[in-house]
């Protein structure tokens, strides 16, 4: 593959959600990923196949889900971190990395990325404007969600 196509179809994100909630609480809400459907609207569904893997579909404002299975790397509540690889529609890593911040919670959230899904890669030019803007809303409403799901204890 042409390293200009890399380039097209690659994204890094990095999204800093400050909460009012203790770390222990976000990180552990976090590890749940079978639990986001249920605060995050984006994430549409989330099936575990085994202990370490599973797969998760998205969708988000622009009319297309995303399908990605999801292995996890790094589990470590000692350091805040929670690391998984993916597969499917998107190839690469997403990393939350959670700690204290104020009398809160600073939850990062770093994912790169290379799209693998052809409707994505076919309008990659003129789309990604928009597909960078649909992870901002996705990622804002996923911040909202858990924030509530938070408060409600």
Known sequence: MP???RRLHHYRFRSVWLLDAPPAA???ALAQAEEYPRWWPQVREVTALDERSGTA???SLLPYDLKVTATERVRDPEAGLLEIAMRG??????RWTVGPAG???RAVFDQDV???KPLL???ALVGRPLFVANHALMMRAG???LAARLARG
């Open 89 to 94: 529609d998107l190839a690469g890593w997403a």
């Open 26 to 28: 976000v990180y552990a």
């Open 114 to 116: 290379e799209v693998h």
């Open 3 to 5: 390293d200009w196509s």
């Open 57 to 59: 579909r998205f969708r």
């Open 121 to 123: 890669r076919w309008f």
């Open 103 to 105: 009398g809160g919670t």
């Open 143 to 145: 911040r909202r969600g």
